[in-house]
């Protein structure tokens, strides 16, 4: 699966950003996707995952600003990022896991198969 993340940039607080990570190589709408980002010095965190049947988890930390949804006819995964802070500030990352796992699993970087090469997004205040 290859995997091609886009829409970062620079935006005020309270903004919003979509995100899009286009996926190809592989029948897209059988495995399960996920958003993570790292900010400089820190380790990759979760941020969303998608099942292929559209069940849905979120970090804490952006539950109820961001949503994570699927087109499966697009090859495509969104991020909608609304009510943007400045802790949200971060490299961006899709990752795809041919299995859907348990929480724990999904909102481990380390149990993905692939990843995209990441898009900024920096959130001034």
């Known amino acids: 699966v290859q995997l091609q993340a886009s829409g970062g940039g620079l935006v005020q607080a309270g903004d919003s950003l979509r995100l899009s990570c286009l996926a190809s190589?592989?029948?897209?709408?059988?495995?399960?996707m996920g958003w993570f980002h790292q900010a400089p010095g820190k380790e990759r965190e979760f941020v969303a995952a998608?099942?292929?049947?559209?069940?849905?988890d979120y970090a804490d930390s952006v539950k109820g600003r961001f949503t994570i949804s699927r087109d499966n006819a697009k090859n495509t995964v969104y991020l909608q990022m609304n009510s943007l802070k400045p802790e949200d500030t971060a490299v961006y990352y899709c990752?795809?896991?041919?299995?859907?796992?348990?929480?724990?699993?999904?909102?481990?970087?380390?149990?993905?198969?692939?990843w995209g090469q990441g898009t900024q997004v920096t959130v001034s205040s």
């Open positions: 998608i099942s292929w049947s559209g069940s849905t």
């Open positions: 190589g592989r029948t897209f709408s059988s495995v399960a």
């Open positions: 990752a795809a896991r041919l299995l859907w796992g348990n929480r724990a699993t999904m909102r481990s970087y380390r149990e993905y198969d692939y």
